[in-house]
Structures are given as structure tokens and as C-alpha cells.
């Protein structure tokens, strides 16, 4: 039935609006519930009952609410998944006709135990999340044995489901990874989850849900119990401080064309850059109603792709269990290969084997806690490779920064977000990657991490990006592992290009020519540092396959178009981390040096590792 509710004129609608704000974002992460005002306490209640009784609207079935959160920090109790105590979420979830129980929230999957844990394995991924799942999936497909290690108490990582049951036909649920596996917001987005799926032969069953909502939830968090703060008369401000006005008005006629793609402006939310000024004046009625007492910290353009998601929503199929019951037949299927998946495991060490050029992995060291007796363990595996798919800052912490160049650690641990603006592309090893690269379309920026200022420079034409389709497209025998070519990106709005193309093709040139320039900064230092540590590193989130399209229109979502050769499974980190395993798995049995272009290896979520012994 949609939710079709209207701009806050009173101070009982204002307090509704807050309700239904916390059951949205109440439901962050996977460890605890967000602390929330007592302005909403229980006594407040019944107005909130008053209020949304009286909107004809507010029975709402099926309500599908994602939360896009990547390994959300939490502090020590993983074991508690989403269990609302406060009054507050309780009104709201009271006024809207649904009641929360206590079976309805997930438990931890015991089975996944360390019990029979061996002291050696083919390869140990880090990381139980969509990507390391599909890492480790392609690996016992080749016959190998990966060790799986997921710190929390599931397997998933944003693959979880939550349902909230109500009274009758009515209920709620929260998922973690709707994007993964619909192709709503986006109908050009491929569903990269179920050509995994299809692969592992895991039978999906369909249902229908009526609508969803979609927000964006930032990374890097530390402290899950902090009240999260925006609110919408701050916006403007925000945005004001961040974006020239001039080109204001531009922006913001963007925004208002329905059928224009905005994945420019909602992919650039994850680099928390300002985009546009004045977003409230082109909210809709029913989003400022959401909007209007949201309290959550987010960047501005973090709001923009929200509004846009939003506006997206409408009839969708949805699985039967949601991702998190597709995230565990994953799971299912690896150890059913003869794969180890254990939870409450926390890597502590990648363990590294000599220094510098002869430096090698030799396995992890972790801590597992007993959910049982509760009682932590501390243990050592022994692997000729590791898949890391968990923050790269942490990531660098567990190999050691001794074994990075200075300025690769310091580009990485400006990357608070889990969505990092450093990327690091395998297998360039000539000059005739560079060359191809001339005249490409232009959706890639190589700068320094002031993404607001760079952003309004680089719609001046006064800094460099260019495409990289091209290296999907290079006969994979040019490329070799182990050197590498650097960037910095950030999408374009490609709306603000000159229409004729001739104007066009000399602005891609002259960028292309300044990103060339600038890459030569770079590279000595980085390629030192993949040298020394036999590391391969992976682009963070996909975007390269969101901008690498060659049929012209931004976004990599196309079907058809693909990055790495396999069609609609590309552009995504399940896709990727999937040939991350193929290529470790070729490379365990002796052969493949030459397959990292061919396999498209270059793009994993999360900034991704893969160290090789």
C-alpha cells in the first residue's frame, strides 16, 4: 500500500515521523540497538498512535526497509542481534500494528563452530560477508579447502534478515543486502548474488513484497550506542559549505528529471561529497514527512541517494528467508565441499614469513570465543593464501606496516568508510594500458582526499579522470601480477559535459592526459610496496564497473555489460571476490599468472586483500 504520508504540520505527526525514523535506523548493526531520545518515551505514545491512526495511509503491509551497512563497528555484545528495548521503537512499532517478538530476531548459527578445526588449509578467507563467501565458494569448486573466519556470531556480514512479525497479514523486515539481490532501485543492476547462487546449485524461492525503503548507513562508526545525529535544517548548511552555489541550479534540475540516471550523484554519496544546496526544496511530501526528525549522521549526498532510492520503491520479488538465509546455503555449500566456516573468530594476525622482497604468507592467528562457555581461545592456521575482505586499514594493521610504503598506508587509513577511495589495479605492466586509456570516457578522478573540493574542481575541468574500461579489454597475456597502476576516483555527472562531441572527446583527452601525469606520482612508491608484500589489491566497491561502460550510459549496471567477461555478474563485489577465488585457486594448482586481467580480479567490496604465498 505504500506509504504515501505527508509533511510534518503538527507536533504529534513531527513525533510519528520520529517513530517510524527509529524503526529504520534503530536497526543499524549487527551488535546492539542505537541509543535514542527520550523525547519519545512511552508516555508520548498514545499521541503517536493518535497521529498515525488518523493517516488513512499508515497501514502498511510488507514494508521491505533495507539498511545498507558494511561491517558496522560494534563493541561486545555480537551475540545480541537487534533486540529493541527502548520505549520509544516500541510506540512506533505499537502505532503502526505491529508488535516485535522475541523469535523473530535471528540466532547465532551454532553449527559453525571451530570442532574439527585442521592445522593447515588450502587458503583461509577473513571475512564471512558476501564477498568472502563468494571467494571461498570458488575455491571448493576447484576442489580446495579454505578456512572461512567471521568475527561476529552469523555468516553474511550485511546479508542479514530480520523479521519483525505484526498482527494479521502485516510485518516488517529489515535486510541488510536488498540491493544485492533485486534489481530495484537500479533496473540496470545485475543480480550478481543469484549468478552465485545458480553456480552453487542453491534452489531461491520467490515471494513478493509491496514496497521497500532504502537508506544508506554510514561506515566507520566505532561506537553503535552513540545517539546519531542529522536533521533537515541542517542540510543546507552542509551542502552550502561544501558545493560552489553557482553550479547549484544545474544540480539540482538533475535531481528533477525523473528518468535521467543519478547514479553519478548517489555513488558519490559514499565518498561523503557534497553534491547540491537547497536539497529540501525538491523532497517530496512523504519524505520530508521520514526526513524531518530523522536523527542519523550522515554525509549530505548520503541523503541524495536515499531520496532517490526512495522515490524508487514500488512492487518487487524478494526471496523467501531474505539474504540472510541465502548467505548461509552459501555457507552450507562450502563446508559441504569439505570447507571450514567458523564464527566467533576474529583475526588478530596475518601471519608473513620474511622481509621485504622475500616476504611471503604463511596463515592467520586468531581468537575464537566459545558461545557456549564463553571462554576465548587464541589459535593459528597455516595457509599459502589469504582472501581478506574486512576494512583495508584494519587490514594493513594485521599484515604489519612495515610491510607498506608510508604513503599507501596513509592514502588507506584516510579511507573512513568501508566504501575507500583507493584503488590499486592489478597486472598493468606497460605503457600500452596508459595508451588505451586516451579518449575513454571520462568517470574516473585521480587527486588528493578532498572530495568536496575536488568535486566542484573536476566539474571546472580543472582535474584529471578517465575510464578504465580498457583494461577488461587488453589480451590478458600483456599483464603479469605484481605491478600495478594507481587511482583515485570519484564518478562524474556526466550531464555537466559539453554535449557535442568533438568538444567532448578533446575535454576526455585533455583529463585523460592529467590523470596519465599525475598516475606517475603514484606508482613507484605503490608498486614497491605490492613487490615487497606479495600483495594484490583489490578496488574497494565495484565502481570502476558502475563507470567502465562502454555502451555509454553511466553505470556498469547494464545488462550485458561487463567488466571481467561474465555478463550480468559483473560490477559487483560478489562477482569479483568470486574470480578472486578462481584466480587464487589457479594459481594454488600451479598455473594462471596470466588470468588476472582475463578473470577481471581487480574489484572486490570493502577494499579487499589477497596476499599469496
Known amino acids: 500500500k505504500g506509504l504515501n504520508l505527508k509533511p510534518p504540520s503538527s507536533t504529534s505527526v513531527s513525533m510519528a515521523a520520529a517513530a517510524l525514523s527509529w524503526l529504520l535506523f534503530a536497526l543499524l548493526s549487527r551488535g546492539a540497538v542505537a541509543a535514542v531520545s527520550d523525547a519519545t518515551a512511552s508516555d508520548e505514545s498514545s499521541e503517536i498512535e493518535e497521529a498515525v491512526a488518523a493517516d488513512e495511509s499508515s497501514e502498511i503491509e510488507d514494508v521491505q526497509v533495507e539498511l545498507l551497512q558494511h561491517s558496522f563497528r560494534v563493541r561486545s555484545s555480537q551475540s545480541t542481534l537487534f533486540r529493541p528495548k527502548d520505549e520509544a521503537l516500541q510506540a512506533a512499532l505499537a502505532a503502526s500494528g505491529g508488535q516485535p517478538l522475541p523469535n523473530a530476531y535471528p540466532e547465532p548459527a551454532h553449527r559453525f563452530s571451530a570442532e574439527g578445526l585442521l592445522r593447515s588449509y588450502d587458503a583461509v578467507v577473513v571475512g564471512a560477508g558476501g564477498g568472502g563467501l563468494a571467494a571461498a565458494a570458488s575455491l571448493v569448486m576447484k576442489g580446495l579447502k579454505p578456512l572461512v573466519l567471521e568475527k561476529a556470531d552469523r555468516v553474511g556480514g550485511a546479508w542479514v534478515t530480520l523479521n519483525l512479525a505484526g498482527s494479521g497479514s502485516r510485518h516488517y523486515r529489515v535486510d541488510g543486502s536488498l540491493h544485492w539481490i533485486i534489481d530495484q532501485p537500479s533496473p540496470r543492476k545485475p543480480d550478481s548474488l543469484f549468478g552465485l547462487l545458480d553456480d552453487i546449485g542453491a534452489e531461491v524461492q520467490w515471494g513478493t513484497h509491496d514496497n521497500f525503503l532504502r537508506t544508506v548507513v554510514r561506515e566507520g562508526t566505532r561506537d553503535i550506542e552513540t545517539i546519531l545525529h542529522w536533521n533537515a535544517s541542517a542540510l543546507g548548511q552542509e551542502l552550502s559549505k561544501a558545493f560552489p552555489s553557482g553550479t547549484t541550479p544545474a544540480l ?82 562450502i563446508e559441504s565441499k569439505g570447507g571450514k566456516v567458523i564464527l566467533n573468530s576474529e583475526v588478530t594476525r596475518i601471519l608473513v614469513e620474511g622481509t621485504d622482497a622475500a616476504a611471503r604468507v604463511n596463515g592467520v592467528r586468531f581468537r575464537h570465543r566459545d558461545m557456549q562457555s564463553g571462554m576465548q581461545q587464541d589459535m593459528e592456521v597455516n595457509a599459502s593464501t589469504v582472501i581478506s575482505n574486512i576494512f583495508l586499514p584494519r587490514t594493513i594493521e594485521l599484515v604489519g606496516r612495515s610491510f607498506w610504503e608510508p604513503p599507501f598506508v596513509e592514502a588507506a587509513e584516510k579511507s573512513s568508510l568501508a566504501y575507500a577511495t583507493f584503488s590499486v589495479y592489478f597486472g598493468v605492466k606497460d605503457n600500452r594500458v596508459l595508451e588505451r586509456m586516451r579518449g575513454s570516457p571520462t568517470s574516473l578522478l585521480l587527486d588528493s582526499h578532498d572530495w568536496a573540493q575536488n568535486f566542484a574542481r573536476m566539474n571546472r575541468g580543472e582535474v584529471p579522470f578517465v575510464d578504465v574500461t580498457d583494461y577488461t579489454q587488453m589480451d590478458p597475456g600483456c599483464c603479469s601480477p605484481g605491478t600495478a597502476a594507481v587511482s583515485l576516483f570519484m564518478p562524474v555527472n556526466k550531464s555537466l559535459w559539453s554535449p557535442d562531441e568533438d568538444v567532448r572527446a578533446k575535454q576526455r583527452a585533455r583529463h585523460a592526459q592529467k590523470m596519465l601525469d599525475r598516475a606517475e606520482e603514484y606508482l613507484p612508491g605503490l608498486q614497491a610496496a605490492i613487490d615487497a608484500s606479495s600483495v594484490y589489491i583489490a578496488d574497494p566497491y565495484d565502481y570502476t564497473a558502475w563507470m567502465g561502460n562502454p555502451g555509454g550510459t553511466y553505470g556498469g549496471f547494464q545488462q550485458g555489460t561487463s567488466m571481467d567477461g561474465q555478463g550480468e555478474r559483473s560490477g559487483h563485489s560478489i562477482a569479483n571476490f568470486w574470480h578472486v577465488g578462481q584466480f587464487a585457486s589457479d594459481v594454488l594448482h600451479g598455473g594462471g599468472q596470466n588470468q588476472v586481467a582475463g578473470d577481471g580480479v581487480r574489484a572486490a567490496a570493502r577494499a579487499a586483500l589477497w596476499l599469496q604465498g
Do not use: C, M
Open 252 to 333: 539540482l534540475s538533475y535531481l528533477q528529471q525523473p528518468d535521467h540516471d543519478q547514479g553519478p550523484l548517489f555513488a558519490s554519496a559514499f565518498f561523503q561529497t557534497a553534491t547540491a544546496a537547497n536539497i529540501g526544496s525538491i523532497l517530496q511530501a512523504e519524505e520530508w514527512y521520514i526526513l524531518s526528525n530523522v536523527q542519523q549522521s550522515l554525509p549530505a549526498t548520503s541523503i541524495l541517494g536515499w531520496v532517490d532510492s526512495l522515490r524508487s520503491k514500488g512492487p518487487t520479488s524478494y526471496p523467501h528467508g531474505g539474504s540472510g538465509h541465502n548467505a548461509k546455503l552459501v555457507a552450507d555449500y
